[in-house]
């Protein structure tokens, strides 16, 4: 313990030693104190936008480098849960290329411009055939929409088969395929929208009988946790509700999470994908892969998700957004010809005012080539096997963590106040997800449907010496939390 407080002390040296003055792009005395903004978002803001760590102190962020964040004093936070900054936080390469461009031009996607066209070129290089054709869009949001769209016109049916805890965006049609927001209930029980009470098969709610909802594959809590027969028996969920729409003569097709992050962290169990792909097809249908949280080489083991484990598949549909402008808002998806031809017969006109425009396009073509440049997949696995290991050998110490699992450096930490049960440390998660943030200056996310679930997922650049400081400080972080003076009954779920 010794040894640990001594470090300790020595990296929260380093953590006081990276303040930085305050940067704005306001003039400094047009700089809001962090009181008045706090103060103009809750007259000029709803509710449901909520803030991270509300529930103790909000943070106003105001500049972020590599892995760090920056609040209005120059105070340094270690950022293990913003995956958006995927190549680091202002990384020079990427802002001089959006800095370049913006002051050439910015304008709409119908004239010709040579960072559209080169950027599917290369997005399309890094997926397996016949996934070559691009459509470019803002945000994960609308990609997946888009995605819907293409399936459902090439099935002729809006059938879809979505799987327990997912979430694929904000929209109306994306919100009906994501189980994780469509039921959600206020304190009196009401949903966003009506749902659809059970009925026959369809042992569930849904935002109407075109919606199926099949278990997640979790080897964890769910039904099935021998990884050798899991994916097979999981599946065959995906197969019965196939089957109950073939039956009736329709089509149906899937949307899936590459990884699921929401959900905390849930990686599919070997043969489950391929097997989701055969039956969807034999049902007229198309598989769709949301790869917006875990696309680009996140899981070190592949490039993109749905390989994890399995080289072989290919979906027909594949969604990326998040990372792909490393900030910046853009996204894309990405299909076979067949698909994009039968979506061309309609004679509908597809456009989109900003999606793929000249500055954004710059950015990801920037991102692309900063992945290759810095070789960040292959860092991200070594980092993150490296930092499983290290948690895994602090289970045998701390009794909270219940399982790691994950790959590359998209990993979740599942903590349980009993491993047999196992009982959901939901109270305890939000202390140490607080405490990480107030003592030792860490941010991280809290994830899964217990809220019990903390998920790493940083930028890319996240080094051996970042894994080190955040172990350890999770180590104490943990060791307070069994403190036995400490009451967490009323404590709030913190907000990340």
């Given at each position: 313990m010794?040894?640990?407080?001594r470090n300790e002390r020595r990296e929260l040296s380093k953590v006081v030693s990276r303040k930085r003055p305050l940067s704005s792009s306001l003039p400094p005395e047009e700089q809001p104190t962090k009181e008045q903004v706090l103060a103009l978002r809750k007259a000029h803001f709803a509710n449901a936008l909520s803030i991270s760590y509300a529930n103790t102190d909000p943070l106003m962020i105001v500049k972020g480098e590599g892995a760090w964040l920056y609040d209005e004093n120059g105070v340094a936070y270690l950022d293990t849960r913003n995956n958006v900054a995927h190549c680091g936080h202002s990384h020079p390469t990427i802002v001089q290329a959006i800095q370049d461009q913006v002051g050439l031009i910015n304008t709409n996607t119908r004239y010709l411009h040579p960072n559209m066209a080169l950027l599917a070129k290369k997005i399309a290089s890094k997926l397996p055939e016949p996934l070559n054709v691009v459509y470019f869009c803002n945000s994960g949001t609308e990609a997946n929409d888009?995605?819907?769209?293409?399936?459902?016109?090439?099935?002729?049916?809006?059938?879809?088969?979505?799987?327990d805890g997912a979430y694929h965006g904000h929209s109306l049609a994306v919100l009906q395929v994501s189980p994780y927001k469509y039921e959600h209930r206020n304190s009196q029980g009401v949903t966003e929208f009506p749902l659809v009470p059970p009925d026959g098969d369809c042992n569930f709610e849904s935002p109407g009988t075109f919606i199926y909802k099949v278990p997640c594959p979790d080897v964890y809590r769910g039904k099935h946790r021998n990884p050798d027969t899991a994916g097979t028996l999981y599946a065959a969920y995906v197969e019965k509700a196939c089957q109950f729409y073939t039956n009736r003569g329709e089509s149906v097709s899937m949307i899936v999470e590459g990884g699921m992050s929401v959900?905390?962290?849930?990686?599919?169990?070997?043969?489950?994908?391929?097997?989701?792909?055969?039956?969807?097809?034999?049902?007229g249908g198309l598989l769709i892969v949301d790869e917006v949280q875990t696309g680009f080489g996140r899981l070190g083991s592949s490039y993109w998700a749905f390989q994890h484990g399995d080289a072989t598949v290919v979906p027909d549909i594949v969604t990326v957004g998040k990372p792909f402008g490393n900030g910046m808002p853009l996204a894309a998806v990405i299909t076979s010809r067949a698909v994009a031809d039968r979506f061309d017969a309609l004679g509908i006109e597809l456009f989109n005012t900003f999606g793929g425009n000249p500055v954004c396009t710059a950015a990801g073509l920037a991102m692309l080539r900063v992945m290759d440049?810095?070789?960040?997949?292959?860092?991200?696995?070594?980092?993150?096997?490296?930092?499983?290991?290290?948690?895994?050998?602090?289970?045998?110490?701390?009794?909270?963590?219940?399982?790691v699992r994950g790959s590359g450096l998209f990993l979740g930490i599942e903590l349980v106040r009993n491993r047999d049960a196992p009982e959901p440390a939901t109270q305890e998660t939000s202390f140490i997800c607080s405490t990480l943030k107030s003592k030792f200056k860490i941010l991280c996310s809290i994830d899964g449907p217990h809220k019990n679930v903390i998920v790493v997922?940083?930028?890319m650049v996240f080094s051996r010496e970042n894994a080190d400081y955040f172990v350890d400080s999770f180590a104490r972080a943990a060791l307070l939390c069994a403190d036995a003076q400490l009451d967490l009954s009323t404590l709030m779920k913190t907000p990340t």
């Open positions: 010794l040894a640990f407080l888009l995605a819907l769209r293409l399936a459902r016109v090439y099935s002729g049916s809006r059938n879809t088969i979505v799987v959900a905390g962290v849930k990686l599919f169990p070997p043969n489950y994908l391929e097997a989701c792909a055969r039956a969807v097809r034999q049902a440049d810095e070789q960040l997949q292959e860092q991200a696995l070594e980092v993150g096997d490296y930092l499983r290991k290290r948690v895994n050998k602090l289970s045998c110490s701390i009794d909270l963590i219940g399982d997922k940083p930028p």
